[in-house]
């Protein structure tokens, strides 16, 4: 057998190198493991804390963080410390005046108390934990095509988007001329909430009323009991039916004109 070392090299400004012996492996006929990095740096953490408590701030919710400091004890911690740091300094009055306030607990609480809560907060995930407790949550309660992502920027720029991304077997339905029964309401919000934005933005008090209806007409189409297959299966209204998607945006366009 064999060894071989994985060492971070980190090499300052004077040119002095400081090594880090990352893991020791040995070799039989095979490498006998693997090696992940990760890295961030101080400004896009705290960019992402300032992002994070404006938006709570914009929204008037509570905000959860949570990481894993008790295993990640340097990662994970800078990113608490960074977010306890950026709270106390700049955001702590604020979020006092507007009724709020931080959360932080280990990521495994918070997945607990989320699952647990009837909402009402913002959750700031990182990219992975995003990805992944976002999906659960969002089937956990009903179905991946109802849950609308909202990125934000430090410099005040917003994204409003479908967060489950494309639904490609429905798109191959949809070419070969079949019916599809694809749950458009995640898509709907999206467009909403970028022309509430946009509204708010412009003083165009209209454009945002426009936004708001069309978010009530698309609740009450399927309080009606007009829905999608994905939600079809899940609801217990006695009174319901599967529709497909044109059926169910023109459900929602006679509500709109009322």
Not at 100 to 107: A, R, T, V
Not at 169 to 182: C, N, V
Request: charged share 25%; with cysteine; hydrophobic share 40%.
């Amino acid at each position: 057998m064999s060894g071989a070392t994985v060492e971070l090299v980190a090499t300052s400004p004077s040119g002095k190198e400081e090594r880090m012996l990352i893991h020791d492996f040995v070799y039989a006929s095979a490498p006998s493991g693997i090696v992940q990095g990760i890295h961030n740096t101080d400004a896009s953490i705290e960019s992402f804390a300032h992002a994070c408590m404006q938006y709570a701030l914009d929204t008037k919710q509570d905000l959860w963080f949570g990481a894993k400091d008790t295993i990640s004890k340097t990662y994970e911690r800078r990113f608490r410390d960074i977010f306890d740091e950026v709270f106390g300094r700049q955001y702590k009055s604020d979020f006092a005046a507007a009724g709020i306030e931080y959360f932080y607990s280990l990521i495994d609480d918070v997945v607990a108390r989320v699952i647990r809560s009837q909402g009402g907060f913002i959750w700031a995930c990182r990219n992975y934990d995003g990805d992944v407790m976002s999906d659960m949550v969002a089937t956990a309660f009903g179905s991946l095509a109802m849950m609308t992502s909202v990125l934000v920027s430090p410099d005040g720029y917003w994204e409003f988007e479908a967060a489950h991304g494309t639904v490609q077997r429905h798109y191959y339905q949809h070419l070969e001329g079949k019916s599809t029964s694809t749950n458009s309401v995640a898509t709907l919000f999206a467009w909403t909430g970028a022309l509430n934005k946009r509204g708010e933005l412009d003083s165009n008090q209209e454009l945002c009323n426009f936004a708001k209806k069309l978010e009530a007409a698309t609740i009450a189409t399927i309080e009606d009991g007009i829905m999608t297959g994905d939600l079809y299966v899940l609801s217990n209204l006695e009174n319901k039916t599967k529709v497909d998607t044109r059926a169910f945006l023109q459900e929602i366009a006679k509500r709109l004109a009322d």
